[in-house]
């Protein structure tokens, strides 16, 4: 059973561009979870998604950032017109349903915006 | 508001020490999920030990343990016998009902020869 896959593992991108990251959950979870951590620091929040729908986007910054997890097809997180505060390491996890049940992480896509 | 706190921002300890990471927390949910995360240099956040809040009994992973005590609102994970391999980020994290997780700060702890 494969775990949490997240793609590009490093991506480069230039100020002004966008950036696309991709997270494939756990087998047969269908809640996913965007996380973000800035260099020396913890995780923090950022999306909840269940397929076709945002339950919990309290943690996005109000422009620029956007995510989908469509019927089909992996969960998409998107950064419009990148600034070099993005830089960080943006973390997916998954979990098989609603309760408290603990959540699996992908290995990280690391973004550096020069 | 949720909230998890630790207190240690690193720890240095001999290579086969028992030692023990700090964490306490604050929530108004009746219901959740406390863990334990590990994070390597290569990046990765891997799962270590969960606790459910009505659990009874102290979680157990191998040489990881949960020392839960909820009327202290404390969780701090012990790790025995400590090895090389187990230097690294360790975050402690909380989960209310339906709801995000939410992290520590993140000790860094070095196990020396």
């Known amino acids: 059973n494969a775990g949490v896959m997240q793609n590009p593992r490093h991506l480069v991108r230039r100020r002004g561009q966008e950036a696309r990251l991709r997270c494939s959950p756990m087998?047969?979870?269908?809640?996913v979870y965007w996380y973000r951590q800035l260099p020396e620091e913890g995780l923090k929040f950022m999306v909840y998604?269940?397929?076709?729908?945002?339950?919990?986007e309290s943690g996005m910054p109000k422009e620029r950032f956007s995510a989908e997890f469509p019927k089909e097809g992996p969960s998409i997180l998107r950064i419009q017109q990148v600034v070099r505060g993005d830089s960080a390491a943006y973390f997916c996890?998954?979990?098989?349903?609603?309760?408290?049940?603990?959540?699996?992480f992908g290995p990280g896509t690391r973004l550096t915006v020069l | 508001a949720q909230k998890i706190t630790q207190t240690q921002p690193g720890m240095f300890v001999q290579e086969k020490e028992a030692v023990t990471l700090d964490c306490t927390y604050d929530?108004?949910?009746?219901?959740?999920?406390l863990f334990w995360y590990k994070q390597p240099s290569s990046g990765e956040m891997i799962f270590l030990i969960y606790?459910?809040?009505?659990?009874?009994q102290n979680a157990t992973e191998g040489r990881y343990s949960l020392n839960f005590q909820k009327a202290r609102k404390s969780a701090n994970l012990v790790i025995s016998a400590s090895q090389l391999g187990d230097s690294a980020m360790y975050f402690c994290?909380?989960?209310?009902?339906?709801?995000?997780?939410?992290f520590g700060s993140g000790t860094r702890l070095s196990i020396r020869p």
């Open positions: 998604l269940q397929k076709e729908n945002i339950i919990d």
């Open positions: 606790q459910g809040s009505y659990d009874q």
């Open positions: 994290a909380m989960r209310g009902y339906a709801s995000k997780i939410i």
């Open positions: 929530t108004s949910d009746p219901s959740y999920g």
């Open positions: 996890a998954s979990s098989p349903s609603v309760g408290t049940d603990t959540q699996y």
């Open positions: 087998k047969g979870h269908s809640h």
